[in-house]
C-alpha cells in the first residue's frame, strides 16, 4: 500500500489462501497433494496432531476467477480469495479416502507446536466489491486433481482427460 500511494502506481493486493488442483507438484509438502499422492500409492495419510485443526481449500479456478476479477477491477485491495468452507485434517482425510481408497490407512503423527489450530477466510470484500466466492466444492474438484495426478505418477493415461475442466 505504501509504494501505491508513495509512488501512485497503481497496484492490486490479493491475499491467496490453500489452493489445490491438476498440475501441482506432487511432492511440494501442501496437504491435498500430500494426501492424495499418499493415497495413489497406497501409502498412510499423514495427520498431524489429533486432525481436528482446520483449513479451507479453494479450487484452482476459483482463484484464477477471483484474481481475473481484481485486476480487472478497481479496488485495490487487499482481498481475501480463498474458500470459507472449513475441513478438519482429519475431515480431509477421510475426503481423500472417499475419492481414491476407502481403505487408506490414516496415521497420527506428533504436531509441530507452530501448526495453527483455524484457518479460514473471510471473503466478504470480495463478494461484496468484486462479485467474487467460490464455486467448485472440495468434493467436486478433488477428483479432478487426483485424475491428474493418477496420471503423472503411473503414467495412466487412460482415464478421461477431465483435468483441465472445471
Known amino acids: 500500500m505504501d509504494y501505491h500511494r508513495g509512488a501512485q502506481v497503481e497496484v492490486r493486493i490479493a491475499r491467496i489462501f490453500n ?6 507438484c506432487i511432492d511440494d509438502g501442501r496437504v491435498v497433494s500430500n494426501f492424495v499422492a499418499q493415497a495413489l ?6 495427520v498431524y496432531g489429533d486432525g481436528k485443526q ?25 482481498f481475501n480469495l480463498g474458500n470459507p468452507g472449513e475441513f478438519t485434517m482429519l475431515e480431509l482425510a477421510q475426503v481423500v479416502q472417499d475419492t481414491i481408497d ?16 483455524k484457518r479460514k477466510p473471510d471473503i466478504t470484500r470480495a463478494k461484496e466489491l468484486l462479485g467474487w ?7 467436486k474438484g478433488l477428483p479432478l486433481m487426483v485424475s491428474d495426478f493418477r496420471k503423472r505418477i503411473f503414467g495412466d493415461h ?3 482427460d477431465s483435468s483441465t475442466s472445471a
Do not use: C, W
Open 41 to 46: 500409492r497406497k501409502e498412510p495419510l499423514t
Open 19 to 24: 489452493t489445490y488442483g491438476p498440475r501441482m
Open 133 to 139: 466466492e467460490p464455486k467448485i466444492s472440495l468434493r
Open 158 to 160: 487412460s482415464s478421461t
Open 102 to 117: 476407502p481403505n487408506a490407512r490414516i496415521e497420527f503423527k506428533q504436531n509441530t507446536e507452530d501448526d495453527p489450530h
Open 54 to 78: 482446520t483449513r479451507s481449500f479453494q479450487y484452482v479456478s476459483d482463484l484464477v476467477e477471483g484474481l481475473m476479477r481484481l485486476m480487472e477491477g478497481e479496488h485495490v485491495g487487499p
